[in-house]
């Protein structure tokens, strides 16, 4: 079985193409995990008026304040409870398992709800996290349980990003891969063609980046279950951005088997979850790759939190050199204090005017 877990929030639209995209697929050997983290708008609301006009099975929850998520639909259902450790839970799932959170405490904080539903799940079973802003072709899960069969040892792998609007062109192999120096990460085949790549070029690819910091893509990452079990619970430090570079220094010393399915294929609304701003990202963006970038070095890498600051000063001094003054000061005072959230640093600093 292949576990499916989606994240939404205010994305309702996106979330909707991507549902449909999975239920479209001719394998149904899958099941899906749903969270809505807090949505402002209507889009917990939408996503059940189009649930409920499907033909499939799906299961309303609801987290409450005190950790219990409460079946919504059904009575006599069993409530759960999420105890401080995230354990996981015995539930029987339905073809699409729909969690309203009550907060949003970012992306790993979702991870970790959907994932504590899991407890019923085999060792053999997958966890397929994959982002709401995404398209899957019709024989995406065939696709995948043939690398698997053929793969039995990889227990953790990435598909082929291609972005949406440009659907021949790879926004991420599967993989990103940079220096934990610098904080500058890339991803794998960024900006190629899919169809110039073959078995050959990954492999000489992958053969050249063997020194170099990986990690599975964010947006689409594949674990066989007892992998998770390792990871589980993921790190909320950082609410969105450096999830996935966390995970990986977690099985750094599990000597993990990581692979890439590159005929798997995501179709990635970059930005689909954080819009652009201008010519650069917008100021969360900015947040919280500047901030997580010092968080994740300070934890795992502290010797190399030097380098870190003097990267992050040349981007400020670009950032002044093209006229964005507020992201510039932000940038600034994220290096003298990275520990709040976007949200608190925005009340902490109102003169800013972010």
Same mark, same amino acid.
């Given at each position: 079985? #292949?576990?499916?877990?989606?994240?939404?929030?205010?994305?309702?639209?996106?979330?909707?193409?991507?549902?449909?995209?999975?239920?479209?697929?001719?394998?149904?050997?899958?099941?899906?995990?749903?969270?809505?983290?807090?949505?402002?708008?209507?889009?917990?609301?939408?996503?059940?008026?189009?649930?409920?006009?499907?033909?499939?099975?799906?299961?309303?929850? +609801?987290?409450? &304040?005190?950790?219990?998520?409460?079946?919504?639909?059904?009575?006599?259902?069993?409530?759960?409870?999420?105890?401080?450790?995230?354990?996981?839970?015995?539930?029987?799932?339905?073809?699409?398992?729909?969690?309203?959170?009550?907060?949003?405490?970012?992306?790993?904080?979702?991870?970790? #709800?959907?994932?504590s539903l899991?407890?019923?799940?085999?060792?053999?079973?997958?966890?397929?996290?994959?982002?709401?802003?995404?398209?899957?072709?019709?024989?995406?899960?065939?696709?995948?349980?043939?690398?698997?069969?053929?793969?039995?040892?990889?227990?953790?792998?990435?598909?082929?990003?291609?972005?949406?609007?440009?659907?021949?062109?790879?926004?991420?192999?599967?993989?990103?891969?940079?220096?934990?120096?610098?904080?500058?990460?890339?991803?794998?085949?960024?900006?190629?063609?899919y169809k110039? $790549?073959?078995?050959?070029?990954?492999?000489k690819k992958?053969?050249?980046?063997?020194?170099?910091?990986?990690?599975?893509?964010?947006?689409?990452?594949? !674990?066989?279950?007892?992998? $998770?079990?390792?990871?589980?619970?993921?790190?909320?430090?950082?609410?969105?951005?450096?999830?996935?570079?966390?995970?990986?220094? &977690?099985?750094?010393?599990?000597?993990?088997? $990581?692979?890439?399915?590159? &005929?798997?294929?995501?179709?990635?609304?970059?930005?689909?979850?954080?819009?652009?701003?201008?010519?650069?990202?917008?100021?969360?963006?900015?947040?919280?790759?500047?901030?997580?970038?010092?968080? !994740?070095?300070? &934890?795992?890498?502290?010797? +190399?939190?030097?380098?870190?600051?003097?990267?992050?000063?040349?981007?400020? /001094?670009?950032?002044?050199? +093209?006229?964005?003054?507020? /992201?510039?000061?932000?940038?600034?005072?994220?290096?003298?204090?990275?520990?709040?959230?976007?949200?608190?640093? +925005?009340?902490?600093?109102?003169?800013?005017?972010?």
């Amino acid at each position: 079985m #292949i576990y499916i877990l989606l994240v939404n929030y205010n994305q309702w639209e996106n979330t909707i193409e991507c549902l449909d995209s999975i239920t479209r697929n001719s394998n149904h050997n899958y099941k899906i995990i749903l969270v809505d983290n807090a949505s402002k708008n209507e889009s917990a609301d939408k996503i059940i008026l189009w649930l409920r006009a499907q033909t499939i099975q799906f299961t309303l929850y +609801k987290k409450e &304040k005190d950790n219990t998520i409460i079946p919504i639909d059904n009575e006599f259902e069993e409530n759960i409870t999420l105890d401080s450790s995230n354990t996981l839970c015995d539930v029987e799932l339905s073809r699409i398992s729909f969690v309203i959170n009550n907060s949003n405490r970012g992306l790993a904080d979702a991870w970790n #709800i959907a994932t504590s539903l899991l407890g019923n799940c085999n060792y053999d079973d997958y966890v397929w996290y994959l982002g709401s802003d995404t398209v899957i072709p019709s024989d995406t899960i065939n696709v995948l349980y043939s690398y698997i069969s053929m793969n039995p040892n990889i227990r953790a792998f990435g598909t082929t990003s291609l972005f949406y609007y440009d659907k021949e062109r790879i926004q991420c192999c599967g993989l990103g891969y940079g220096s934990s120096w610098l904080g500058v990460y890339k991803h794998l085949f960024q900006g190629k063609i899919y169809k110039e $790549i073959n078995d050959n070029t990954l492999r000489k690819k992958l053969e050249s980046i063997k020194s170099k910091n990986r990690y599975i893509y964010g947006n689409s990452m594949i !674990f066989k279950f007892d992998v $998770i079990k390792q990871v589980f619970p993921f790190c909320v430090d950082y609410f969105i951005y450096y999830e996935e570079l966390d995970i990986m220094q &977690k099985l750094e010393s599990q000597n993990i088997d $990581i692979g890439i399915c590159y &005929k798997c294929l995501v179709y990635h609304k970059e930005g689909g979850t954080i819009r652009a701003n201008g010519n650069i990202k917008n100021p969360l963006s900015e947040y919280y790759f500047l901030r997580n970038s010092i968080i !994740f070095t300070k &934890k795992y890498f502290p010797y +190399k939190i030097f380098t870190i600051y003097l990267v992050s000063i040349l981007r400020i /001094i670009n950032r002044i050199r +093209k006229g964005y003054y507020k /992201i510039a000061l932000m940038m600034i005072l994220i290096l003298f204090n990275p520990a709040y959230q976007f949200e608190e640093f +925005k009340k902490r600093n109102e003169w800013l005017n972010l």
